[in-house]
């Protein structure tokens, strides 16, 4: 894709690991990460970069926490951030439609894939694949 649009991405996910190998993968295409384990701390994060951050990319199951109520959470700050789920669970259409998520990636997924699906919505193109 030429062109590219570099933007700050906001990382949720409860484990170190694979925010190690994702936030790896997204600098590789030079973006800016903010990370958060935890929905309160991706918050704060998105509170405190605003204007900068335009996508947010989580995990659909974080401990205890209800996805749909971060993600209402995380509109209610920035109406128009741009969600992508990367999970280990299937796709949940009702949610996906409900929520307003634009892709939702299983793991183990391709970093190449998941670089398109970003630039397409940073474009406001429809999601490439779905759910």
Request: charged share 30%; proline share 5%.
């Amino acid at each position: 894709m030429q062109n590219r649009i570099s933007t700050t991405i906001l990382m949720l996910d409860d484990d170190p690991k694979i925010r190690n190998i994702m936030k790896f993968f997204l600098r590789e295409f030079d973006y800016s990460i903010l990370e958060a384990s935890t929905s309160d701390e991706a918050i704060e994060r998105l509170i405190a970069n605003k204007e900068k951050c335009r996508v947010l990319i989580t995990d659909w199951k974080l401990g205890s926490e209800d996805p749909h109520e971060m993600i209402k959470k995380m509109r209610a700050i920035k109406e128009d951030i741009i969600v992508i789920v990367v999970s280990g669970y299937p796709p949940q259409a009702k949610s996906m439609e409900a929520l307003q998520i634009y892709h939702w990636f299983i793991k183990p997924y391709d970093k190449n894939a998941l670089n398109i699906e970003i630039q397409r919505a940073l474009r406001g193109m429809p999601s490439h694949f779905s759910a």
